[in-house]
Each structure stands twice: as structure tokens, then as C-alpha cells.
């Protein structure tokens, strides 16, 4: 059992930089994938990045490919998402995510993962 809570939302303008943190409980944590999603109003959550167990594999989607890095800190139990030249379009509630297993396959798809956080609102300003 893994329980995540996101923090680090905000408003931001656009261009601006927001780190997002996942804190895990569980002794488990530093053997599972992590991700972060998104989910703007009226849409359907959308993948935004994924890193496995060891920080090793990471992946991103398209849409913030060069301006968004995930990482973690297994000893802190944390996963970060650092958010840089933010566009207005990136508006949503961030989710963070976790799976016991990471593949490139699937992790994109909401449903493979196997536990979530509340989410934290992001919002920013043109």
C-alpha cells in the first residue's frame, strides 16, 4: 500500500517555474514507478511524466518534453516535478501516481496506475 500527497501548486504567469513535490508513505516506495498527470477542467487526464524505481527511466509527454523534468529522492520518499517556461494551456489539477512496476507501454494510460493523490491545482496566468 503506497498513499502519495502532492503539494506545490500554485499561480504562476506565464514563463514562470513551480516545482511540484509527491511525498510517498509506505517502505515500499523506493521500489515503485512514479508519475505525475494533469486534468484541466471539462478534459480527461492526460499523462504528463513517468520515472522508475531508480530514477533510471524517465519519460515524458510531448507536450512538456524540455520544459518539465521529474525526478525523486528515495530517501526523502518524494517525487518531484519541476515545471519551467509555463504556458497557460499547462492549467490543471496535477496528480501523482504510483505502480509497483514502470513500462514505457503503459505508462500513459490513468487506469495501469495503482495509486493516487488528491491532486494540487496549477494555474497560470497569460
Known amino acids: 500500500q503506497v498513499q502519495v500527497v502532492e503539494s506545490g501548486g500554485g499561480m504562476v504567469q506565464a514563463g514562470g517555474s513551480l516545482r511540484l513535490s509527491c511525498a510517498a508513505s509506505g517502505r515500499t516506495f523506493s521500489s515503485y514507478a512514479m508519475g505525475w498527470f494533469r486534468q484541466a477542467p471539462g478534459k480527461e487526464r492526460e499523462f504528463v511524466a513517468a520515472?522508475?524505481?531508480?530514477?533510471?527511466?524517465?519519460t515524458y509527454a510531448d507536450s512538456v518534453k524540455g520544459r518539465f523534468t521529474i525526478s525523486r529522492d528515495n530517501a526523502k520518499n518524494t517525487v518531484y516535478l519541476q515545471m519551467s517556461s509555463l504556458k497557460p494551456e499547462d492549467t490543471a489539477v496535477y496528480y501523482c501516481a504510483a505502480h509497483p512496476v514502470f513500462s514505457y507501454q503503459a505508462v500513459s494510460d490513468p487506469s495501469w496506475w495503482d495509486y493516487w493523490g488528491q491532486g494540487t491545482q496549477v494555474t497560470v496566468s497569460s
Open positions: 520515472i522508475s524505481w531508480s530514477g533510471g527511466h524517465t
